[in-house]
Every structure is written in C-alpha cells, then in structure tokens.
Antibody, heavy 120, light 110 residues
Framework: QVQLEESGGGVVQPGRSLRLSCVAS????????IHWVRHSPGKGLEWVAV????????YYADSVKGRFTISRDNSKNTLYLHMNSLRVEDTAVYYC?????????????WGEGTTVTVSS | QSVLTQPPSVSEAPRQRVTISCSGS????????VNWYQKFPGKAPKLLIY???LRPSGVSDRFSGSRSGTSASLAISGLRSEDEADYFC???????????FGGGTKLTVL
C-alpha cells in the first residue's frame, strides 16, 4: 500500500525552528519527487517546496524561500522540511505529497498531514 | 491572492451539473497541464483530475476536466450530497518555478 506519513508538527513561538518528517512506504521512494503543501483555512492550499528524486534539485515558494529547506534521505525513505524563522502566517497543516514524475507533475499520493502552530 | 483564480463558492441542486472555473496565465495554465484536487474538512487532499482531463482509478466518471488557453474547468454531473467539498485547481508555473494552486471553490449541494 502506497503511503506517506508526516510527523514533527507542534506549537512553536515566532522566530523559532521546527523540522517536519515524512516517511514513505509501498513505492520506490528514490524514483519520485516529493512536495510539501500546506493548508490553512484562510489561505486554501499553498504549495511550499519540492525536491527531485535524487535530491539534486529543489524549488520553493517565495513565501518560504530562505527560511525553509527541503531535503531527503533515500536510504531511509524519508523527506524533511527544516523550517527556520517561523512566522504566525506559517501556521497550517503540512502535507507531503508524491509527484508522479520528478517535480512538475501531479501529486497522486498524499499523507494525512501534521499541524504546525506558530504562536507566542 | 492566488495565482490561479477560482470562484469562492458554487451551489447546485442534487442530480444537476455544476462547473468550476480556473483562470490563469501563459506561464502556468497556458503552458502546463492542470490538475484538480478534492478536499474534505480535516482530510488530506485527493487527486481528482490530472493532465487536464484524466481520472485516476477509482474516481467517478461524473467528474471531468478540460483546458483551453489559459483557463480550465472541472465539471461534476449528477450531483450528490457527498460531493460537497472544496475543489482546487493547480499547475506548474514556468516563471515561478513552482506549483501554483487556485484559491479553492466550496461546492454546496442544495
């Protein structure tokens, strides 16, 4: 069964850091790009970042560029999102999603999400 | 403000047909395929339509998609109460070098 499972969310103060993880199972993780997408009620779905299958290409939304870093460890079937200098507006449910291709295809498998709350 | 523009809400009676529009520009919808996602509150998004008009296995043929120029649309026929959800269009944007989503459309089945 193809599956993604996020973890690492929590409540954090503005300006602090947090690392999210996403563990994959049921498919050959190293063959696909993986995205982070977030959802907050006031903003709808917002694409955050994507990393290519081998991790040599990464792309970010302008809203997180310079603060967030996406990475992966293919030996552990795990994706990461390192979030620094967190802002209140980063509060959202964060989903990892598998790309059907490298980075610009459609997202065919999604995790259940992990909640990040940035608040003082 | 989203790069792709969708109506915030649409509503229609059961068994009727509704269309949700998604308007973009050349770098996104003009150059790249559009995908649609269905999202229920508290649940993960689900791929509904990919490559403009293709349905993943298991998605009802009541859902259909199309793209023309810099716009796309999602049509849902034979509306059922269980179709009440938020629907999002998305595409790769060549200028932004990233994916862009529409703001989402909340479907209400009257």
């Amino acid at each position: 069964q193809v599956q993604l499972e996020e973890s690492g969310g929590g409540v954090v103060q503005p300006g602090r850091s947090l690392r999210l993880s996403c563990v994959a199972s049921g498919f050959t993780f190293s063959r696909y790009g993986i995205h982070w997408v977030r959802h907050s009620p006031g903003k709808g779905l917002e694409w955050v970042a994507v990393i290519s299958d081998e991790g040599d290409n990464t792309y970010y939304a302008d809203s997180v560029k310079g603060r967030f870093t996406i990475s992966r460890d293919n030996s552990k079937n795990t994706l990461y999102l390192h979030m620094n200098s967190l802002r209140v507006e980063d509060t959202a449910v964060y989903y990892c999603a598998k790309d059907e291709d490298v980075v610009s295809g459609y997202m065919d498998v999604w995790g259940e999400g992990t909640t990040v709350t940035v608040s003082s | 403000q989203s790069v792709l523009t969708q109506p915030p809400s649409v509503s229609e009676a059961p068994r009727q047909r509704v269309t949700i529009s998604c308007s973009g520009s050349i770098p996104n919808i003009g150059n790249n395929a559009v995908n649609w996602y269905q999202k229920f509150p508290g649940k993960a998004p689900k791929l509904l339509i990919y490559y403009d008009d293709l349905r993943p296995s298991g998605v009802s043929d009541r859902f259909s998609g199309s793209r023309s120029g810099t716009s796309a649309s999602l049509a849902i026929s034979g509306l059922r109460s269980e179709d009440e959800a938020d629907y999002f269009c998305a595409a790769w944007d060549d200028d932004l070098n990233g994916h862009v989503f529409g703001g989402g459309t909340k479907l209400t089945v009257l």
